[in-house]
């Protein structure tokens, strides 16, 4: 378990876990086309990982977000979608418009305007 | 960074062990497994393996730019300290400016603004930070609510089949197999999502052209 080792050694060991693609980078670089099928199995791994990350935090959150019930977050990320794609696939306008519809809707929650 | 600042207290974080996960990981995505998975509890091994996975793409990125970046360096062990540098942000930045530069320049450019964007980042750490538990609570949830959406929307602008398959699947399998492992689902969810979408996307391109 991580309580045992404490944030420190952790926190070191993820940072010698990142630092190890960078240096394998510098031996490979210029030997190795970056566009290649190792690179791109690496990166479709990765990405599949982080979907499942997010599409966890979303669904099943561990921390602060579970305060919320699932319709808010649901609701949040569809409209941060929806804003993304009318605007012509930009990030922020999205990202700005899902964090403030989840903070309307917390606060709405916490002031007793929505129940539950 | 500001939502991870935000995300790193709300799972435990110190002040000082968030500004070093910010400026030592040097990696969003790593950095918000760590935050999740160390607030989860789960097996060291499992956490570590997850940071390390959701900062993979730092190899692709690394072999694509440092070839540019290192050009008429003599001391090729510089290319160890450089590589240590590379994010999202300054990559980008350094393979649009660097090309137009001389060698040292390059060097000079891209170490000035990594330096630059890694300031940029503790400060939104610190900012994250402190706002949690200072702020009212629905302003809290919404700044750790920014990880996933801004990663969501970042993925949602992938164009390349195999990556877009390996996102589908794997926001799919990913609850899915945190309810069957909280330790090991997420790294499930990464090999078995992620080959797969591997190997569709190989077989689609096979066909694709000439059908």
């Known amino acids: 378990m991580t309580g045992t080792l404490g944030i420190w050694p952790l926190l070191l060991l993820a940072i010698a ?4 693609w960078r240096a394998l980078g510098v031996l490979l670089s210029a030997r190795m086309n970056p566009e290649g099928a190792v690179f791109q199995c690496v990166t479709c791994v990765s990405y599949a990982m982080l979907a499942g990350l997010i599409a966890r935090m979303t669904v099943l959150p561990l921390g602060g977000l579970a305060e919320a019930p699932l319709a808010d977050r649901l609701i949040a990320m569809g409209l941060a979608f929806a804003v993304f794609f009318a605007r012509r696939r930009k990030v922020l306008p999205g990202v700005a418009t899902g964090v403030a519809a989840f903070i309307l809707l917390a606060a709405a929650r916490q002031a007793g305007l929505l129940g539950g | 960074m500001t939502g991870f600042g935000s995300l790193a207290r709300e799972s435990g974080f110190s002040l000082a062990a968030a500004l070093g996960a910010t400026a030592g990981i040097w990696g969003l995505p790593g950095q918000i497994a760590l935050a999740e998975l160390y607030a989860s509890g789960s097996e060291t091994l499992a956490v570590v393996m997850a940071v390390s996975l959701a900062n993979a793409r730092f190899l ?6 440092l070839p540019m970046m290192g050009a008429g360096l003599r001391r090729r062990a510089w290319l160890f300290a450089l590589a240590q540098l590379i994010s999202v942000n300054t990559w980008a930045a350094g393979l649009r ?3 137009a530069l001389a060698g040292p320049d390059r060097r000079r450019y891209f170490v000035s603004f990594a330096a630059v964007c890694i300031g940029a980042a503790l400060l939104g750490t610190a900012a994250g930070f402190f706002a949690t538990g200072t702020l009212p609570r629905p302003v809290t949830l919404g700044l750790i609510f920014l990880n996933p959406v801004f990663f969501a929307l970042i993925f949602a602008d992938t164009r390349i089949p195999a990556t877009a398959l390996a996102l589908m699947i794997g926001a799919v399998t990913g609850p899915l197999l945190h309810l069957v492992s909280p330790d090991w689902g997420l790294l499930a969810t990464g ?4 080959s797969a979408a591997f190997w569709l996307g190989r077989k689609l391109k096979r066909k694709g052209p000439d059908s």
């Not at chain 1, 876990?17 to 190890?20: C, D, K, R, S």
């Not at chain 2, 090999?191 to 992620?194: P, V």
């Open chain 1, 17 to 20: 876990a990142t630092y190890v």
């Open chain 2, 191 to 194: 090999l078995l999502a992620g």
């Open chain 2, 60 to 65: 692709p990125m690394a072999v694509a730019f």
């Open chain 2, 97 to 99: 400016v660097g090309p």
